[in-house]
């Protein structure tokens, strides 16, 4: 079985891909799996750490008004696609995945007109540009959320499969994660992280939470982004009404024990986090990042306060005290936390990877 998966640009694009290609190796051990991507994505980096071969190409996003950078882009998604089609006659897949991001578009056309099977995986409610335009091209288009469903035209290729997401979550115990966590204490944790690289206006509102209310009945677990952290201590060292039960982190390398603790999340909308949470039925107070590609992360956020499981907060409208507010209200009412508990564990979909893999067969024994 010969694979090539392409996603890049964002971990959001590259972790699912990875658990795409940690899934076939599962099953066939011997799977030739190959990832196409590009040079200055974050795939360059993170692929080869996983274990995987990597080819590059080049391309480039396009901006949505008339720039010489896009035609730029232009010329350079013409050499990205003869690139991809050399790296594709040569390899010569049984099938192609991709799984988002500018890279997937070249890589997923070539394929479809060298009359290989294609699938593409959707992470989020409103389809990125990529996916939307490679739609009528590939075989099957697997979506995360049912409410993606009306982003598009061919409903006939449409499967409903969730986001993929790694096995320790499912596996993790609740005795050791809050052993590592909470500690010896009793009062709730709020895991606190604003996506992978930190979100200013969920740092600043937790700063100032942080200061304005010294008798809170919940303890912090508090993730800045790297590149946040010593501005966000810097802050902070002259305040008083730090907890000592209280954690700044700028980084979190076990998210699966850290989230199994939590009590209640405050979270961007970012589909891999949403799909994690979920999973492990987590109530949550979601912040979607305003200046994602075409506001998406609002649409992931909507679509699960909607079904009871969280609370959404704009970010121009986060505020210490509305955060503070939320948090207490969800937290002080015993009845509305399990309502939202049930919520979150209906809204989840744990089984995206199965489902995804008994696609690609049926693909391939078509």
Known sequence: MKVIISGGGTGGHIYPAIAIANKIRKENPKADILFIGTQKGLESEIVPKAG???????????????????????????????????????????????????????????SRYLGIKTIIHEQNVFPGLTNRILEKYVDKVAISFDDARKHFKSQDKLVLTGNPIREEFL?????????????????????????????DSVNKATIDLLKEYNNRKFQLLFVTGKNHYESVMEELKSNNNLSTVDKILPYLDDMPHALKAADIVVCSAGAITLSEVTALGKPAIIVPKAYTA????????????????????????????????????ILDNKTKYREMQESSKKSAVTNALETIYKEIQQLLNA
């Open 52 to 110: 995987f071969k990597i080819k590059t190409i080049t391309v480039s996003y396009l901006k949505r008004k008339i720039s010489y950078h896009n035609v730029k882009s232009a010329v350079m998604l013409l050499r990205g696609i003869v690139q991809a089609r050399s790296i594709v006659k040569k390899f010569n897949p049984d099938i192609v995945i991709g799984t988002g991001g500018f890279v997937c578009g070249p890589v997923l056309f070539v």
């Open 171 to 199: 596996n993790v115990q609740l005795s050791d994660a809050t052993e590592k966590y909470k500690g010896v204490s009793s009062l709730p944790l709020v895991l606190v992280v604003g996506g992978s690289g930190g979100s």
């Open 294 to 329: 075409e506001n998406h992360q609002e649409f992931n956020a909507i679509a699960l306060e909607n079904k009871g499981a969280a609370v959404v907060i704009k970010e121009n409208k986060l505020t210490s005290k509305n955060l503070y507010d939320s948090l207490t209200l």
